[in-house]
Each structure stands twice: as structure tokens, then as C-alpha cells.
């Protein structure tokens, strides 16, 4: 089974600090997703990445930065936290052939911005 | 941008009935995915619709598209109270870099009462 691992399961951080959340799959997947959950409104993209070195701004990257260096590799750092990036991150791979691939999950980090 | 949205929002039943949940999309779509997601957990996915398949069944899910009214349901059978989560409809219908981007609706909440 393809297996998707997020760094840390609870993170908590002060505001104005330098946050990087990782996320490593083990799969060879081409497609790399950061995705936040929030109460009510679901799961909005933040960035995503379809080949190494290669990134592209989802619905909401305004705060965010991604790093993709290597392929299995895949990072969110918010470049000074605020308290409004309180939430849900969630981390997802899948392969690129086709379309209608599905995405594998990791279990998510509850990032706390105090 | 929201492209899937669930109905309803939230639903509660009895162990042994029948559980259905319903996304409405915006725009066509070559594919549809159900999730799944238990409380604090990653998304595990349940089953792929493509756009020329009416009809799809595994195990005690059964997922309709209806292509012309932009939906789909997904129908749970003698549920049980493990199904207790939240499920969560992806569409595709945006495209980038030779991949495409799954959109993710709210989601149903489900309580499966023992």
C-alpha cells in the first residue's frame, strides 16, 4: 500500500514563526498536494506539485511557500505563522497518467499558531 | 473555489438502515471520487465514477452519476456504526501540467447510532 507520512501528527507554534510541515510518499507518485481543512468549509488546496522543482498555487496560497526538491519529498512552510493558519494540514499524493487518479492521504498534522 | 458540494450536511442514523449522501458539481467533469475521512484522520478513498458510467458498486457502497443533472449519491447499505466519518465528493475538472486537480466538497457528516 502507497503510504503518505506527515512529519508531525500536532504542531504548536508561536506567531511569526518560520513553520515547515513535511510530507514524504513512498510510491514514485509524480503529484504532490498541500491541502487545509477547516470546519465547514472542507478541504481547499494550498499548493501542489507535479513533478520535482515544479509547483503551482492552489485556491489559497496567500501565507504559504512550497519546496519540492526531491520527488518524494514535498513541504509547506509558512513564512511567518499567523494565528488564522490554525488548522487541519493534509497531505496528498497520486500518480500523473490519465486523469481520475486517486489520492492517497496522509493522516494530517493539527497545527496549532498561538 | 468549491466545485462539489454534499447534501446534507449532516446525517444520523440507526445501525442497519441505509445511509445516502448526495454532491452536486458545478462544471463536467471526466471523473468523481468519494472519500472518506474518520475524526482527526486522513481521506481514504472509496470508489471512482467516471463520466460515462451511470452506475458503480463495492462491497456495501453503491455510487450513481447523473451527468446531466450535475450529481451524484452515494448510497450506504445496512450501515454500521464504523461508518460513523465524513465523506467527501472530488470532482476533476480542472487541469494543470498534464494532471488534474481534484476539488473537494464540504462534506457529509454521518453518526451511525449502535
Known amino acids: 500500500d502507497v503510504k503518505v507520512t506527515q512529519s508531525s501528527r500536532y504542531l504548536v507554534k508561536r506567531t511569526g514563526e518560520k513553520v515547515f510541515l513535511e510530507c514524504v510518499q513512498d510510491?514514485?507518485?509524480?503529484?504532490m498536494f498541500w491541502y487545509r481543512q477547516d470546519p465547514g468549509l472542507g478541504l481547499r488546496l494550498i499548493y501542489f506539485?507535479?513533478?520535482?522543482?515544479m509547483k503551482e498555487k492552489g485556491d489559497i496560497p496567500e501565507g504559504y511557500s512550497v519546496s519540492r526538491e526531491k520527488k518524494e519529498r514535498f513541504s509547506l512552510i509558512l513564512e511567518s505563522a499567523s494565528t488564522n493558519q490554525t488548522s487541519m494540514y493534509l497531505c496528498?499524493?497520486?500518480?500523473?497518467w490519465g486523469y481520475g487518479e486517486k489520492l492517497f492521504f496522509g493522516s494530517g498534522t493539527q497545527l496549532s499558531v498561538l | 473555489s468549491q466545485q462539489g458540494e454534499e447534501d446534507p450536511q449532516a446525517l444520523s442514523i440507526q445501525e442497519g438502515e441505509n445511509a445516502t449522501m448526495n454532491c452536486s458539481y458545478k462544471?463536467?467533469?471526466?471523473?468523481l471520487q468519494w472519500y472518506r475521512q474518520n475524526s482527526g484522520r486522513g481521506l481514504v478513498h472509496l470508489i471512482l465514477?467516471?463520466?460515462?458510467?451511470r452506475e458503480k458498486h463495492s462491497g456495501r457502497l453503491r455510487v450513481t452519476l447523473d451527468t446531466s443533472k450535475k450529481s451524484s449519491s452515494l448510497l450506504i447499505t445496512a450501515s454500521r456504526a464504523a461508518d460513523t466519518a465524513s465523506y467527501f465528493c472530488?470532482?476533476?475538472?480542472?487541469?494543470?501540467?498534464?494532471?488534474?486537480?481534484?476539488?473537494f466538497g464540504r462534506g457529509t457528516s454521518l453518526i451511525v447510532h449502535p
Open positions: 496528498a499524493s497520486s500518480p500523473s
Open positions: 462544471t463536467s467533469i471526466n471523473n
Open positions: 465514477i467516471r463520466s460515462n458510467e
Open positions: 472530488a470532482t476533476d475538472a480542472n487541469k494543470s501540467g498534464g494532471s488534474y486537480i481534484p476539488t
Open positions: 510510491m514514485d507518485h509524480e503529484n
Open positions: 506539485s507535479y513533478d520535482v522543482k
